[in-house]
T-cell receptor, first 113, second 114 residues
Framework: SQTIHQWPATLVQPVGSPLSLECTVEGTSNPNLYWYRQAAGRGLQLLFYSVGIGQISSEVPQNLSASRPQDRQFILSSKKLLLSDSGFYLC????????????FGPGTRLTVT | AQSVTQLGSHVSVSEGALVLLRCNYSSSVPPYLFWYVQYPNQGLQLLLKYTSAATLVKGINGFEAEFKKSETSFHLTKPSAHMSDAAEYFCAVTRSYNTDKLIFGTGTRLQVFP
């Protein structure tokens, strides 16, 4: 069966510090991968998605970036965090078929102080 | 462009009462609609999805939703609430035909009182 992991589960970082969040998927190959941010009262915002290694599409201009160095690894990064980067970050994967369900990881709670 | 609006950021019901969570969509192409549930500090789990096969869609945990094109609605219902249903619920629509990039609503937090 497929599983999706995210770490760390929680993170407290000062403004201006770098960020690296990791997401890995097991039990499937060539998944579509997604990064979402969830801010209070604002639902989920799609940040990045990837259909393959090295293929990243950005949905929202910001100081975050994403990379996919391996087929089942998706990394969210920032060189300098802003207060507004605080939130709950969710990684998800789906198959490549039409309307394949998205499966979400447990999320990372990021607080920028 | 596709979008969804969830009416009511908070809904409270008594245990055993009807649950009704509202979702209206806007779409320039035939929409595909989803309901997800999120328990505290967890990821999202799919409850059900509408893919044009049937207008009444049954999902997990006794939830169902009806697609009404004339009302551009996809409301989520459950006949009898259980304490374990307390969670946040998100309605979502595909952003364009034949893709799986989802646009989410702002969510509705369901509280269930004994």
């Amino acid at each position: 069966s497929q599983t999706i992991h995210q770490w760390p589960a929680t993170l407290v970082q000062p403004v201006g510090s770098p960020l690296s969040l990791e997401c890995t998927v097991e039990g499937t190959s060539n998944p579509n991968l997604y990064w979402y941010r969830q801010a209070a009262g604002r639902g989920l915002q799609l940040l990045f998605y990837s259909v393959g290694i090295g293929q990243i599409s950005s949905e929202v201009p910001q100081n975050l970036s994403a990379s996919r160095p391996q087929d089942r690894q998706f990394i969210l990064s920032s060189k300098k965090l802003l207060l507004s980067d605080s939130g709950f970050y969710l990684c998800a994967w789906s198959g490549t078929g039409v309307l394949d369900e998205q499966y979400f990881g447990p999320g990372t709670r990021l607080t920028v102080t | 462009a596709q979008s969804v609006t969830q009416l009511g950021s908070h809904v409270s019901v008594s245990e055993g009462a009807l649950v009704l969570l509202r979702c209206n969509y806007s779409s320039s192409v035939p929409p595909y609609l989803f309901w997800y549930v999120q328990y505290p500090n967890q990821g999202l789990q799919l409850l059900l999805k509408y893919t044009s096969a049937a207008t009444l869609v049954k999902g997990i945990n006794g939830f169902e939703a009806e697609f009404k094109k004339s009302e551009t609605s996809f409301h989520l219902t459950k006949p009898s609430a259980h304490m374990s249903d307390a969670a946040e619920y998100f309605c979502a629509v595909t952003r364009s035909y034949n893709t799986d990039k989802l646009i989410f609503g702002t969510g509705t937090r369901l509280q269930v009182f004994p």
